[in-house]
Structure formats: C-alpha cells, structure tokens
C-alpha cells in the first residue's frame, strides 16, 4: 500500500486500537510492527481494569467479543480498606444501578486479538519502519523517542515505588469483587479473575517503595505467599502464587503538549499516572475515541495534519486526563504518610465517604467516563 494517511507509532494496546479505529474511518494506516518476541521472554502477567467506556471502543473494533470467556472478568463489587479497623469504603454495580463497575483482561489475550484484527484489516499495513504520513500518532508509550525528538518536554515524578504483577490462586471463589488495601506505605489491590483457574484466581497488583519490592520480587515464593496473606488478612481467601512475578517503577508524567502540526501523542506517551486507580489504559483508549471523533468530524476540505485538530483534539482530553493525574497523585501522597493526624483523617474520611451514596456515586461515574 502507498501512499499513507496515518501512520502510528507503537507496539502496545493503545497505539492498536488507534490503527483500528482510524482504519474504521476509511483511513489508509501504517503501524509499527511488533519487535519479535524472544523464547526466552518471561509471561505476561498483566491484566487490566477496563471501564464501559474503554469495553465500548473495544466492541466497536470487533475486538471485545473475541476475547477468550476466560480473558475477560466482569467486577461486581470493589471494597477499598485504609490502614485502621473500620476503614472502608465500599461500591456495587446493584447500588451504581450499572450491570458491571468494571472488567478485569488479560492483557497478553487483549494484544493478541488486536494483533490479529490488525493483521485482517486491508487498509492498516505493518511495517518495521512506519511511512511518512500526512498525521502521526505517537503511541510508544511513556518513554517515546519519537515525543523526545519532537522537542516536547515531560514532567516527570518517580514514586520511588514499584508495582509487583502476578496471578494468584485462591481456596475461596472471588464472587468478582475487587479488593484494594491502602496500607502506607504500600497500596495492594486484588483483581477478580479467571485465569489460571476460572472463579478463584486474581491479578495482583502491589505497589511497594523500590527496597521492598525488589525484596518481595526475588523472595522465595513460601515467603512471598505469607507476606500477601497477612497483608490481605484472609479476605480473599488463602492466596497461592501461580507463576512468574514482574515489576515496574511507578511514576506520575505529563507531556507540556499534545499535539503539533502533523502529530498528537496518546496514551503513556501523553500521560502517565500511578495504577491505584487502575485507570492507565482507560485514559489512553479514552484519547483514542476522542481522535477517532475529532478526525472523523473535520472539515472535508482541512487535512489530517492541520494543528487545528490537533488543538480539537487536545481540548476535548486536558481535563480528563488532569484531574485523574491529580487524583491518583492525591491519593498516593495521602495514603504515603505515617503522620497520626493524616492517618486518622483519611481513615475516617474513607469511613465518612462510605455513608454518602450519591457521592459515591459521583466518584464511580467519574471513573466509568475515563
């Protein structure tokens, strides 16, 4: 295929559900080929929150309704517990008069399906080197060369922690109920899954300062197993590791732009916020629907590479994307403290919150509209 009218950068979730969604429109699309992965690359276990916005785009692209039954979960219920007894904040799809609060995917199945409706597509080519390209869709996530040649800057906060990933099992169904313990200095969350085994297994995500979670990631897995038990306390059950472990730090960035003449940037490559929320990938498929729309309601006569809807695009998600930066930073750097006053008044603040439904509410429909 010659002659391309988008090319996008990147090898992820993001920059494919770009490729699909501007492909959709009529749009000849160039996408950057997966690197080839090597026999001696450990397995993914990452598995990702997605809200009823992010599920719709995936629908859309005929995507959702190919994963594996087993690769998607639905979450019914999330409690959320502070560091003291009583603590505690809890929310339900019944009471959201919503079917779902969330659904928990593996990521590895959500790229290999998007691999797939990439490869199927007539107009999206793959390639090793992306060609030239009236607009540029720089997804290559939060260390982008590309945004770097560009000569825009990214504000960049390390937390000093970690995020440990694994999939564990459980002796007692997870009956799709997300659990999340804000224990400074660490925040760990279980996510309800079905892989390795269907009803009782769960991702872990825990987030650790960098000493502890090297600790926790080369511990025997005996040791590892008794730290998570008594950190969860038995609410999910006896968990028993199933797998590999993985890390990444964890950081809070924001690009000083995101778009220019010619180029916008989406997903980690425009923003990158602390997985607390779980809401990472949902802000980032959140920029590709709003491209996807600024693009397909343009002027017929203005080119794809017009700043003005880079500009478009940019003012339809500089609020969404800042107050989940700035509420994810808030959290952590509430729930990172030891001082006695902080601790007793998040502590009540999460019991406080907990009796106040339509505020709850609020917060859910905040997140479900990423």
Known sequence: MNGFDVRVLGCGIVSRCAALALARQGLRVALQARPPTTA?????????????????????????DTLPADARTAVHDMKVSGDAPGAAIEFSAF????????????AAALEAVLDSAAGFTPLITLQAEPAPAPLTVVAEGKASALRDQLGVSFERHAYGQRAIAARLVSDRPHLGVARQWFRSPDILALLPFDRPQAGHSHGLVWSLPDADAERWLSAPVAEFESALNEATGGAAGRLHLSGERAAWPLALGRAATVSGPGWVLVGDAAHVVHPLAGQGLNLG??????LAEVLVGRERW??????????????????????????????WRLF????????????????????ITPFKRWIVGRALDT
Request: proline share 4%.
């Open 40 to 64: 001696s690359a450990p397995p993914d276990v990452r598995a990702y929150a997605l809200n009823p916005a992010s599920v719709a785009l995936l629908a859309g692209l005929k995507a959702w």
């Open 95 to 106: 009471t959201q008069s919503v079917a779902v609060l969330a659904w928990i995917v593996d």
């Open 336 to 355: 990172s403290t030891d001082q006695p006053l902080v601790l007793e008044l998040r502590n009540r603040g999460l019991g406080l919150v907990n009796q």
């Open 285 to 290: 498929l959140a920029d590709v629907s709003a």
């Open 302 to 331: 203005r080119a794809l590479g017009d700043a003005i809807l880079g500009r478009r695009y940019a003012r339809r998600r500089a609020v969404a994307t800042w107050v989940m930066s700035q509420a994810t930073d808030g959290l």
